[in-house]
């Protein structure tokens, strides 16, 4: 798709910015939203990093899903910040537990990354499979697939330098933990997100499949829950 590569390229460096100017903002006024931004923000670069260096069967369609996978969490925050109850209730709870001290870093971070990669990434997979699914043939699914499963390996990459540069300053004990497990805690991490990428693949090619709006409905509720539910978890709360 080379047609698209000037458009999808020049568009990424406006959301980097917006995500550091937030983050910024958000630090500058002890703001904990800003350890998930932060860490979005590393991987998006590294993402972008790794388009650029052709490391994807299509590295357009990868810069484009990014656009639009950053749409969802922008357009979530700014529903937030004008009417919180109007917001997707995974990111109620989200913005909620970062405002809570009795919530450690580290799970105000997976809380993010939960609900961004279980609910979120699903609709803007569903976005941009959609149009082209029925036309693709099997060879180009699996390549999507395949595009979808490399993201996961640049994931693990930047695992540590998130664990560095965003936990550590806000929970030196994670330097301790660091130096305790080694590399273990990495793959823990990594192993967890690479499954939950792996259901929402699974999610959205069924949501794809299914021809009636309501049921799409049920569906998004049913990922929605799923996904509250994981945080009640990461939150060590009992899950309803």
């Not at 937030?80 to 909620?96: D, F, G, L």
């Not at 941009?128 to 390549?143: K, M, V």
């Not at 590399?183 to 823990?188: I, W």
């Amino acid at each position: 798709m080379p047609g698209e590569s000037k458009d999808t390229m020049t568009v990424e460096p406006t959301v980097i910015q917006r995500m550091q100017s937030l983050a910024q903002q958000w630090e500058a006024s002890a703001d904990s939203r800003a350890i998930f931004l932060n860490c979005y923000c590393v991987m998006t670069q590294n993402m972008i990093a790794a388009a650029d260096r052709r490391e994807f069967d299509d590295p357009a369609w990868v810069n484009h899903l990014l656009r639009r996978f950053a749409d969802y969490y922008f357009i979530a925050l700014d529903t937030y910040e004008q009417n919180p109850e109007a917001a997707p209730a995974v990111w109620r709870a989200t913005h909620r537990a970062a405002a809570l001290p009795r919530v450690l870093p580290i799970q105000k971070l997976l809380m993010g990354v939960n609900a961004h990669i279980n609910y979120d990434l699903v609709l803007a997979l569903v976005d941009l499979l959609e149009p082209e699914w029925n036309r693709l043939g099997q060879e180009r699914r699996a390549s999507r697939y395949a595009d979808h499963c490399r993201v996961n390996d640049i994931i693990s990459q930047t695992i540590d330098a998130v664990q560095d540069q965003v936990l550590q300053p806000a929970m030196p004990v994670m330097g301790v933990i660091d130096r305790l497990l080694g590399p273990l805690d990495e793959r823990m991490i990594s192993r967890l997100i690479a499954g939950w990428r792996e259901t929402v693949w699974q999610h959205a090619i069924r949501m794809i499949a299914l021809p009636a709006p309501d049921q799409r409905a049920a569906l998004t509720q049913q990922i929605e829950n799923a996904t509250l539910r994981i945080g009640d978890l990461i939150q060590l709360r009992q899950a309803l």
